[in-house]
């Protein structure tokens, strides 16, 4: 059981990575908080996880929930062993077509939720604790279309070496997981319609030198290794879970 005993909090743990996640951790032993939103996914999420998760509603992109989710979970167990910060969204739209709210939205969530869920859970973390994030493929690649999110995924890469370095004094390692392309609701939250969805994809798996789309369950093992001691030197770093799209 490489979590036992652990105390792990995931943002944007009610669907894709993020619920395979919670069901990872919580089998390799950990005490598991999830985080999210949406009223029909969380309890669709709490149905499927079992009594054994604590399930919390709270908006990542308002410092203020935040605080009160850490609140919340600092009476109740007093301390986060892991925080695995991957709440995230994105929008795609043109050069031309993006405005200053998709801007705001994009970057309120994927940058500034990620990093206020870091330093509201900061004083819980316990010494020897590991903090996860998600960044992407689209950090180190070009894509038409998702500039904004490639560019709050870049900003959240340069945040975990700058994070790492400063919680690392305190026995706290920061690292993060790039999914490439993978099967979840993520991609239908783009704001695309079925069709512009599927000519994507069949183009997005014509790239990929694996040519499959990844699952959720593979980058949740990739997030449960920097999670867990098998991890134990490693901080400011990025392991990459793309089917070899951005290395290759």
């Given at each position: 059981m490489k979590l036992s005993n652990k105390i792990a909090l995931i943002t944007g743990g009610t669907s894709g990575i993020g619920l395979e996640a919670a069901r990872l951790f919580r089998d390799e032993g950990a005490t598991v908080i999830i985080v999210g939103q949406n009223?029909?996914?969380?309890?669709?999420?709490?149905?499927?996880l079992g009594d054994g998760v604590t399930v919390l509603r709270g908006d990542v992109s308002k410092s203020a929930e935040i605080e009160d989710i850490v609140r919340q979970i600092g009476e109740k167990f007093g301390r986060v062993d892991v925080l695995f910060a991957n709440a995230g969204m994105g929008i795609a739209a043109p050069l031309e077509s993006v405005t200053e709210d998709q801007v705001d939205t994009q970057f309120n969530v994927n940058f500034k939720g990620v990093f206020f869920t870091v330093q509201k859970v900061a004083p819980l973390l316990a010494k020897g604790g590991s903090v996860v994030m998600t960044t992407s493929f689209l950090n180190e690649v070009g894509s038409p279309g998702l500039s904004i999110l490639s560019a709050t995924k870049a900003?959240?890469?340069?945040?975990?070496r700058s994070l790492g370095a400063e919680l690392a004094p305190r026995g706290i390692r920061v690292n993060a997981i790039s999914p490439g392309p993978i099967s979840t609701p993520f991609h239908g939250k783009l704001g695309l319609s079925e069709k512009q969805l599927n000519e994507a994809a069949a183009t997005i798996e014509d790239q990929i030198p694996l040519h499959r789309f990844g699952e959720a369950e593979e980058v949740a093992k990739a997030a449960l290794f920097l999670a867990s001691e098998?991890?134990?030197?490693?901080?400011?770093?990025?392991?990459v879970v793309d089917g070899g799209i951005s290395q290759l």
């Open positions: 009223p029909a996914r969380l309890q669709s999420a709490a149905s499927q900003a959240v890469r340069s945040l975990v098998e991890s134990s030197f490693m901080t400011g770093s990025e392991l």
